[in-house]
């Protein structure tokens, strides 16, 4: 199972698998409908740029991080009615400094429920060419691919599933 | 070892004032050092990721990888590209700018000794070394080079 997802997170989807002993198992694969071009969100951490497959997200916010609480050992935020749990990108990645006063958090759905990303800035809806990283020295969690915004410079593709996973809030049994 | 005995040709490298060559067949180009993309988590010696000819592609810092301190890149510097075993990858060197045939009896392999090699180098990414003259070129070991860890 864990061969068919590491395959799965590779193309950029996900894998997910609800058991009910005496039922059977549902296994839910998303997939992106195409490989080469995709919308993507561009965030910054610094002067650093970033693309969120736009597939993965359902809105942006703009935090002061006075607001963020701490609630059973996560980041969260009150959202809507609930909260929602966020994950700062510059962590995960171990970007060194601090994160800003007045953030973003992209909110990105996924099978565990929302989650936000907190990144430093967002820059903009664009059409990217998805190319892949594969060779091992580069493929790292939370990295789906690469592409260049024209300027000859690769910019990361996230792989949001990969970094939600992060948190290791949510239960796989694969 | 003027004689018309069997030869290879390597482009050669400096890295941190030893000179290196590398089998020309494996190098795809020699380039200025453009954009690296820092990819997080990657091991210390990769600097990041690099677009050359449409791919991405890592780039190793080969100072970095042979345990010496990291420079700014300046004028001089270059990115190797090269392929080992369908991977293929830029190695950042100091410099690079000859190309020369070595005739294959200059090239001696490196004694086998736990004692480090030349310049406080583990003989780890040492093929060979080769003697011309009183120019002493290493040969590199590029697959060990790529391995990761």
Redesign the interface.
């Known amino acids: 199972m864990m061969i068919v997802k590491t395959a799965i997170n590779d193309l950029g989807g996900t894998l997910a698998m609800d058991t009910r002993p005496g039922e059977g198992t549902r296994f839910k694969i998303r997939l992106p409908l195409t490989l080469a071009i995709m919308q993507a969100l561009i965030v910054h951490i610094d002067d650093?740029s970033f693309a969120v497959p736009q597939s993965a997200i359902h809105e942006v916010l703009r935090i002061d991080s006075r607001t963020v609480i701490m609630q059973d050992g996560n980041d969260v935020i009150s959202y809507g009615d609930s909260v929602l749990r966020i994950v700062y990108l510059r962590r995960?990645?171990?970007?060194r400094g601090e994160s800003l006063d007045i953030f973003h958090v992209v909110v990105t759905t996924s099978d565990f429920g929302a989650v936000g990303i907190a990144v430093d800035r967002v820059v903009g809806l664009k059409e990217i060419v998805v190319?892949?990283?594969e060779?091992?020295?580069?493929s790292?969690?939370?990295?789906a691919?690469?592409t260049?915004l024209g300027?000859?410079?690769?910019?990361?593709i996230l792989n949001v599933a990969a970094i939600v996973e992060t948190l290791g809030a949510q239960r796989v049994t694969a | 070892m003027s004689g018309p005995g069997p030869s290879e040709t390597f482009v050669l490298f400096e890295v941190f004032g030893s000179t290196w060559g590398v089998r020309s067949q494996l190098v795809q180009s020699v380039e200025m050092a453009?954009?690296v993309?820092?990819?997080?988590?990657?091991?210390p010696f990769?600097e990041?990721?690099?677009?050359t000819r449409?791919?991405?592609?890592?780039q190793?810092n080969l100072r970095v990888r042979f345990g010496f301190p990291r420079i700014p890149a300046d004028i001089r510097t270059r990115m190797l590209v090269v392929r080992s075993k369908d991977?293929?990858?830029g190695m950042l060197v100091d410099s690079a700018r000859e190309f020369i045939a070595i005739p294959v009896e200059a090239i001696q392999p490196p004694q086998e000794t736990d004692r480090p090699g030349p310049g406080g180098l583990s003989t780890r990414f040492l093929e060979g070394i080769a003697a011309l003259g009183s120019r002493i070129v290493l040969i590199l070991n590029v697959e060990q080079v790529?391995e990761?860890t």
């Open positions: 650093q995960v990645f171990a970007i190319r892949s990283v060779d091992s020295l580069v790292v969690p939370g990295i691919g690469a260049d300027d000859g410079r690769p910019v990361l | 453009g954009h993309t820092p990819v997080p988590n990657a091991a990769v990041g990721v690099t677009l449409g791919q991405v592609i890592p190793i991977r293929t990858a790529i990761g």
